[in-house]
């Protein structure tokens, strides 16, 4: 496991952690996984490792853009883990199921020719990618964003290395191998129940703050602007030149409501009314501390 994390501690506690969650029956923790990262980096034998240890018949394997399909949710249903390989990158824009099953809320599903049920999900989501997919819109986008946790895989396996074993995936599934992963997973569990939650690794958090910067054309719109371009500026003129750094850029601009909201929470903005040349107009200003 240190070598799959670079032998940066906190990235092995959460890996540790995140097979623990799979024992755990409750999903108050409110977290899903995306592993990441290109080329022979340890990804798959780490999913694979999780499969030998829960067993095939406790794991689902959907992809996230197949978990709102009607007689895919109910997969789910008693599951341990849903391990989605690969997943697509796809813009996926309705996630209220995801949201759902991530936070162990009740959602009906289908079996065909059966009667639908409902269900409290407890199957820990974990996916890995190599481009992650854009998921949500608007305040969903954010709301999201705090349930996901991305773990980035930076090692690389080659057979230049002089500890190279082109058959560890086998060796890991040995029961020596299995014994100890159980240990160490038991005491991840008991460090997350302890803490209300997941080791902090800051690998983790940046490749996050990445991710929503690379997602959010807002983001990217204030990244180019000085504050005069914004502070005391009419509310209409700053969406404006948004809209046209969409267009220029080739990205989809969300509507007034929505950028007017996600400004002033990202960027401890308000806006007020105000009177220029007699007329009343609404402006942005820095909110109260």
Do not use: W
Request: glycine content about 6%; some cysteine; proline content about 3%.
């Amino acid at each position: 496991m240190d070598k799959l994390a670079c032998h940066q501690r906190d990235l092995v506690n959460l890996l540790y952690e995140i097979i623990a969650y799979t024992f755990y029956r409750r999903n108050e923790l409110g977290k899903f996984f995306i592993l990441t990262g290109s080329g022979a980096n340890g990804k798959s034998t780490y999913l694979d490792m999780i499969r030998t240890l829960l067993g095939s018949k406790n794991i689902s394997s959907l992809d996230v853009s197949e978990l709102d399909q009607r007689f895919k949710t109910g997969e789910l249903a008693g599951k341990l883990a849903n391990i989605g390989d690969d997943i697509s990158d796809s813009y996926i824009k309705d996630t209220s199921i995801l949201k759902k099953l991530v936070t162990g809320e009740a959602v009906t599903a289908e079996r065909k020719g059966l009667d639908p049920f409902m269900f409290e999900n407890y199957s820990k989501l974990l996916f890995s990618a190599n481009s992650i997919p854009r998921l949500g819109k608007g305040s969903d986008t954010k709301a999201l964003n705090r349930r996901m946790v991305i773990v980035p895989f930076n090692a690389t396996f080659s057979p230049k290395d002089p500890d190279y074993k082109p058959y560890i995936k086998y060796d890991l599934r040995q029961e020596n191998a299995i014994k100890y992963l159980i240990v160490k997973s038991i005491e991840a569990l008991h460090r997350i129940l302890e803490n209300n939650g997941f080791t902090k690794s800051e690998l983790a958090d940046r490749e996050l703050e990445k991710y929503e910067y690379e997602n959010n054309p807002i983001l990217g719109f204030f990244d180019d602007l000085e504050e005069t371009d914004y502070l005391n500026q009419p509310t209409k003129d700053v969406y404006k030149l948004y809209t046209e750094y969409c267009l220029r850029n080739g990205l989809n601009s969300v509507s007034n409501i929505s950028f007017s909201r996600q400004i002033t929470s990202h960027f401890n903005l308000t806006s007020k009314s105000s009177r220029v040349n007699g007329k009343v107009i609404r402006i942005y200003i820095k909110e109260e501390e």
